[in-house]
């Protein structure tokens, strides 16, 4: 793991060594100089990178036209784009995706445990490139398919991930590690 200095970020063809990027939470809001270099970073997936974006809300520089590789618009008010039962159950859209099973195959079991919530600023809408894998509702409320999205974009990878992972790591929860595992590993071209 290599933490991007602006350098890197700024630099024509550094990312070229990379075949994931991570861009964490809020981080288009507290990075300086990250949106103005998303349009490397979208060529770069363009040419084969893999880039998944963690959480962020609507006002932190997420523009859902220009941020992400396609169109994909974060839902506000966040009350009504979040899973806040951390039990809440899990269905998998597509069992066999990729990012489902290899190198872990993501299971019921991965999703035991978790706590506070599943996750917050859910995608409301999206391009049509985009492929939503998982279903989840809060007890009386419809099921949110925005809550983790991929698409093949050129010859790499957009995925956008909703749940709350980071807090799901801090308080060691097998099931977020391996889907982390999952999200970061290489495509197999």
């Known amino acids: 793991m290599t933490e991007l200095t602006d350098d890197q970020i700024n630099h024509e063809t550094a990312l070229a060594a990379f075949d994931t990027i991570v861009i964490g939470i809020f981080a288009l809001q507290f990075r300086d100089g990250l949106l103005d270099e998303m349009p490397r970073i979208r060529d770069w997936v363009e040419d084969g990178g893999t880039l998944l974006t963690l959480y962020h809300r609507p006002w932190d520089n997420w523009d859902p036209e220009t941020v992400p590789p396609r169109r994909l618009e974060i839902g506000q008010p966040s009350l009504r784009w979040r899973i806040t039962d951390a039990q809440a159950e899990v269905t998998h859209l597509e069992p066999d995706q990729p990012l489902l099973t290899t190198p872990n195959r993501i299971t019921a079991e991965d999703w035991d445990g978790w706590v506070k919530e599943r996750g917050l600023y859910f995608a409301k809408s999206w391009d049509a490139a985009y492929t939503p ?16 999205l991929t698409a093949e974009i050129g010859k790499g990878r957009h995925t956008h991930c909703s749940l709350v992972l980071h807090t799901q790591m801090a308080h060691l929860v097998p099931g977020a590690f391996r889907l982390m595992a999952n999200l970061i590993a290489p495509r197999s071209h």
Request: charged share 20%; net charge negative; hydrophobic share 45%.
């Open 133 to 148: 894998l998982l279903s989840m509702a809060d007890p009386g409320e419809d099921p949110l398919t925005g809550a983790l």
